[in-house]
C-alpha cells in the first residue's frame, strides 16, 4: 500500500461528491473532504473522505477495484460528535491504522477475495449498508 495522489472530488451536494480521476466523474461517494488516498499492490484503492462539518464529523472509507467501482464502504461517525483523522500509517500492504474521534487507534484490513457476512459486527461506531449477497473487502477493527 502506498499513499497516492491522483484523485480529486467535487462536491455535489450535501455531504456527496463526484470521485474524479482525470477529470472523469467516476462514482458518487460520501463526504466533501478527500482526506487522503492508497494504492494496493491488487490495483485496488482505498479512499478516506470526511464531511468537513466540525461538529458531526464523519468518516467514509471507500475501496475501489481496479476498474475504479466502489466494491466496499464503511462509514465512521457518530451524532453530535466532533472529529478528526490523526496519526494515519500504513501496517502493511492490506492494514490502514488511523485515529478518528479522539479514540483509540482502528485499523481497516483489506480483504483480497472479500467475505460474505450474513450477521454484520461492526467496531462501535462503524456503518456500512448491509447486504447479505454482497461481500464485503474491508474490516474494521
Excluded at 10 to 18: T, V
Excluded at 81 to 105: H, M
Amino acid at each position: 500500500m502506498e499513499q497516492v495522489s491522483i484523485f480529486s472530488i467535487k462536491k455535489s451536494r450535501e455531504n456527496k461528491s463526484k470521485l474524479i480521476l482525470n477529470g472523469r466523474e467516476l462514482a458518487a461517494i460520501d463526504g466533501v473532504v478527500l482526506e487522503t488516498q492508497f494504492s494496493l499492490d491488487s490495483g485496488q484503492y482505498l479512499i478516506l473522505t470526511t464531511d468537513g462539518c466540525p461538529f458531526e464529523e464523519g468518516l467514509h472509507l471507500i475501496l475501489l477495484d481496479q476498474t475504479y467501482r466502489i466494491l466496499d464502504q464503511v462509514n465512521l461517525s457518530q451524532d453530535y460528535t466532533s472529529g478528526q483523522l490523526d496519526d494515519v500509517q500504513i501496517v502493511s500492504n492490506s492494514v490502514l491504522e488511523f485515529s478518528f474521534q479522539g479514540q483509540a487507534k482502528t485499523k481497516v484490513v483489506i480483504l483480497s477475495e472479500g467475505k460474505r457476512v450474513f450477521f454484520p459486527s461492526l467496531k462501535g461506531n462503524a456503518q456500512r449498508d448491509f447486504n447479505p449477497f454482497k461481500k464485503q473487502y474491508m474490516e474494521v477493527i
